[in-house]
């Protein structure tokens, strides 16, 4: 029998052209990205200083968009519809450009990290089922306990009936831009990273709380809980079918029925817009996951 320490081992060592052994392949390290359930570690903390982030960017780039429009001779204290939907598309810019920033601080930026995956079709569709239907009961009851018939007035302080370029331009914020910067931050990365300290049932609520919170400044007090559900089913959506991609659908749904029945469109209208809606936020996503490698 040979003497050779490695005789019937598999594979054997390698070995370089003159014959001389290799040393051993190091093992890939053990980066800080990923835990062991595959979801990105992003350090719990950095869900709150992504919000105050956002906030902070926001603020900045609103100041901008105000300094800017006064050049042009609109009002700082009361600014056009015009200046409004440019200042929220700021908004929903800044608060991305947070996420993006802290999930930075770990490695590669990858669309997977946020949940831009594909998921089955036909359990999604049921989790979006469930998730609406709970929404829908909770905030009915939540609307009988309070007794009110209050209807959402973003649309009509963005100018929707001022003129058709004003109608397109905030049904697209409302319909498409916003699903897609929320969910991306909240249920993408807020969630994300809270969802590393207590597990998903803390981080869901919790990010349910401040998806509400958020809409202070444009909703009434009396829909924040019930925006509050909708985070928390939005975050138990992304959960239960390990991507973004529901929630950004769902998301966009609601918010093309609240804006339809609001304009008081016809059924066929709200529709419309939904199925619209719907398409052109998972068109985006398509893109984007197209165009980005989704490992590094």
Known sequence: MSSDPS???????????FGRPLPPAAAPPEGPSRPENGAPRWAPWTAVAAFVTGIAFTLMGVILVGVVATIFGASFDDPPPAVNIVATVVQDAAFVGAAVLFAGRVGPVLPAQ????????????????FAYVVYIALGQAWAQLVNTDKVDKLPDSLG??????????????VT??????????FRGYFYGALRNWRGPWLAALLTGLVFGAVHAGGADAVFLLPLAILGFMLCVL???TGSLLPCIALHAINNALAFGITEDWPAGGVLLLAVGAVTATLLVCAAVMRATPQRA
């Open 7 to 17: 005789y019937g081992s598999w594979p054997p060592p390698a070995t370089d052209p």
């Open 114 to 129: 946020f949940g831009f995956v594909r998921t089955r079709i036909r359990p999604a569709i049921g989790w979006m089922l």
């Open 160 to 173: 929707v009936d001022q003129s058709t370029a004003a109608l397109v331009a905030v049904c697209v914020l």
């Open 176 to 185: 498409v831009i916003a699903p897609l910067a929320e969910e991306t931050f």
């Open 238 to 240: 992304r959960e239960q």
